[in-house]
């Protein structure tokens, strides 16, 4: 399943993956040295993540019930655990850079199932 995030008034992404498997939310971006299907992952329900195994930098996103942003956090390297979120519900991952600098903590994204 795919996913369209936009922030105020502008696209961020029309392509985000929508990982809600206990399998699909465990494994992630694990092992991938790129993102070829998607420009992101959404991971739901998800209050903190790791970055083993993981083969590039991460801008992450931790998102509340009601899609406000809790955290951002860019640049995240590989081999890094991030702290509990206990507010956010869901997790927006995307390659490092690709997360625009306009967003901030307050700011609320829409998302659309495409």
């Known amino acids: 399943m795919k996913i369209q995030i936009t ?3 502008k696209l961020l992404s ?3 993956l ?3 498997s206990l399998v699909s939310r465990m494994i992630g971006l694990m092992f991938k040295e ?3 299907d998607a420009e992101g992952l959404m ?3 998800c209050r903190s993540i790791h970055t083993f195994f993981m083969r590039y ?3 992450i ?3 509340s019930r009601d899609n ?3 955290k951002i956090i860019r640049d995240l390297k590989p081999w890094r655990i991030t702290w509990i979120y206990f507010r956010a519900t869901k997790t927006l991952e995307m390659p490092a850079g690709r997360l625009p600098t306009d967003i901030n903590v307050g700011d609320r994204l829409e998302v659309n199932y495409v």
Do not use: C, G, H, Q
């Open 61 to 63: 996103v931790f998102l």
């Open 68 to 70: 406000l942003v809790i």
């Open 14 to 16: 029309k392509d985000i």
């Open 43 to 45: 991971i739901d329900p």
């Open 57 to 59: 930098n991460l801008d």
């Open 18 to 20: 929508v990982a809600e």
């Open 34 to 36: 790129k993102l070829v």
């Open 7 to 9: 922030y105020k008034n």
